[in-house]
């Protein structure tokens, strides 16, 4: 599965920007009163532009088709919305392969369509962040190009190049056994230089070489360009990547092959060096040199919840605001134990840093599929939303995700478009399973994506039932779930701010926990992660909340009663319940 590979593994127009920046919102929770940063309690919605709204036709998203849709997004309830690669690219790895870091890929649309929808965006009271691409390049962006024409060009030293080795017969060789995520070795040879260089995704995707100060440099400007336009941050693509070890020793082998059929590596060498943290370190205080709480996210795939606190800086919190927390919703499964442990990790072990759980994105099978059990799949569905929304986490929703959209893996190699589906079939299939077209509607064939029949990507069969639009009419669709859950979280103060306890800790079947607001009122949650009704006892005096009556906030299946505060509770098979404690 898709989730394979991630797991084996200038002042005057900066001040007028910030007036524009701070002119165009009117932030609601400052607005408030609220002390605490914009991200803190945020739902981010991240956005695949290729497969969200097609507004010219040609079969592929674009940004005015964001702009389109910006009014069901502030109505869904987002605070911000973090859009996937749009800038000039080969499309090799749809736009993680980037050309030019200041522009703005004409498929996409122009430079003008973008200071558009975030205009417009900041209307709607929705911040944009940006996905940024700091590991690589496209091997046709013109530093890549020049880099590979001599050794003695100036950019030849922005990327990671070794003369590798000589065997016996003359041939060259790597330098050593080093293999990238997305299959074979990861050095290239490139005959004008006599050189490899070193790729830790596509050979189309060259490293940059971040001990070159002037590759920060570039890269800090690049990203000033668009803080300079008014962005409220950026998603760090592959943060966790940018520095290899400088000897290129090669990683030990763990034993076995992948899905691509490479020996498994450690990776030791290749990821989550020390030196990254200085980077991350200076890239903050360059961020934080813009007002309005710019924020850093990082995609931060890492074996323990442990393992991420150092990414916010530690004690002194001057590093990423929301590495993201992938062990959470892409490594657990659907079992009460798991999510109990996880959440209380997070909850002791960040060192005070705001978790942000992700249970969907672009690279991964829908938690639709990862968590259903091809019967209560709309269940689970709600469960998993009640999870992330009522939990302390800054909340990552994915396209799609809100109403419940499938993945649509391809059957036939021939129709796959992500290369390493195509490399790694039929193991590997790629990720085009979880970035079919968004559906809005049943109007037309292409669930209103676009009015061309020829998507990028086929639109799911299911569209005629699953679409925003019906869902938007039915009162119990796993959309208006969603929405009122946001629209709770925000208004409700112990969902907002509240501590975590957990109930019933015993419980092997049923997740229970309470948010406690400072002031002692309290949200009491409880979800049956099994297919059998449990009659839960919360023990809400033994866990010190207080209160003597609970009140039914949400509830699916509808009709789960109130109850005293210490009495029974009955929760048919994934029911999800959510009630205030009175
Ligand atoms: C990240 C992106 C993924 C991309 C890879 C290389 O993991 O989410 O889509 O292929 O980085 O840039
Ligand atoms: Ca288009």
Redesign the pocket.
Known sequence: MPMAWKHSAALQCALAAALLYVGSYAPAAEARGHADPWWQHAVIYEIYPRSFQDSNGDGIGDLNGITQRLTYLQELGVDAIWIAPFYPSPQV?FG?DISDYRGVDPRYGTLADFDRLLAQAGQHHIRVILDM?LN?TSDKHPWFIEAASSRTVGKHDFYCWSDGKVDAAGKHLPPNNWVSLFGGSAWQWVPAVGQYYYHK?YRQ?PDLNWRNPAVEQAMFGAMRFWLDRGVAGFRL??ITTLFEDEQLRDEPALGGTNAQGDPNLSNIYTDNLPQVHDVIRRMRGMVDGYPGERLLIG?TYLKTTADIAPWYGGARHDELQLPMDTLFGLGAKLDAATFRRRMTEADTLLGGGQPLFVFD???NIRSWDRFGDGVHNAAIAKIIAALLLTSRSAALLYQGEEIGQPTTTPKRVQDVRDPIGITGWPKEKGRDGERTPMQWDDANAQAGFSSNPHTWLPVQANYRTVNVRTELADPGSILNWHRRLIALRRSNAALRDGRLVMLDPGNASVLSYARVAADGTAVVVALNMSAVTHKVTLGLKAAGVSGSRLTTLMANPAGITDTGADHDVTLPPFAAWVAQVR
Do not use: K
């Open positions: 790895d993680y691409v690589h995704f995707q693509d592959a995609e994105n672009h690279d």
